[in-house]
């Protein structure tokens, strides 16, 4: 489907990374970047997983959202999203797809839940990303659990604000992208 639509996966690391990690997705622009991530996905014969509002998964299409790799949140409540999803890991293995922007709109900074998620779950943090103008989809620049563990919160953002700023990603829409979260994100 990729290739039809004229896209094509760039592998940035060890295949075996995409196996069990905090997969990073951004900039987070538009519903389509999610599409594209999961041919890209399934094209590597990978499990991927979300955190999606339960309605979604309780809804008359919840099979096929759960199928997909929904896991079903009632955001109305006080959830320990951070131990849950470690809790998820104990029990198998798979990407959990973190959007750390939060929205599709232009954000000043980043949430901060994959960076605790990463260490509670013991897992890698992997970043992906859409380019639009080039039509390619990255996969796989890995931060180990062992360097998130032993630097600091602001060194790891910095690499991770790197990775995108020199790759230079050019989202589905432009105005929504805020490449330059990380001073916001570690003042907070």
């Not at 639509?5 to 069990?20: A, E, S, Y």
């Not at 991927?48 to 790799?69: F, P, R, S």
């Not at 890995?142 to 700023?165: C, H, L, N």
Request: glycine residues 8%.
């Amino acid at each position: 489907m990729l290739k039809l639509m004229g896209w094509k996966v760039v592998l940035q690391g060890d295949i075996n990374n995409l196996n069990r990690c905090i997969l990073v997705v951004a900039p987070h622009t538009h519903n389509v970047e999610y599409t594209l991530g999961n041919f890209a996905y399934w094209s590597l014969g990978k499990s991927l997983k979300v955190i999606i509002k339960d309605t979604h998964t309780k809804a008359w299409y919840g099979g096929i959202v759960k199928g997909l790799g929904g896991i079903g949140i009632d955001r109305s409540q006080k959830n320990d999203l951070i131990n849950f999803v470690a809790k998820q890991f104990e029990k198998d293995d798979f990407s959990l797809v973190i959007t750390p922007e939060g929205t599709r709109s232009w954000v000043p900074k980043w949430r901060k839940g994959f960076y605790h998620m990463a260490l509670t779950a013991k897992v890698p943090i992997v970043l992906a990303a859409g380019d639009f103008n080039k039509k390619i989809i990255y996969l796989g620049y890995t931060i180990p659990y062992e360097r998130i563990a032993s630097v600091s919160f602001p060194e790891i953002m910095k690499e991770i604000q790197e990775y995108y700023v020199n790759n230079n990603i050019v989202p589905k829409v432009p105005a929504n992208w805020n490449p330059n979260f990380m001073k916001n994100t570690i003042e907070e």
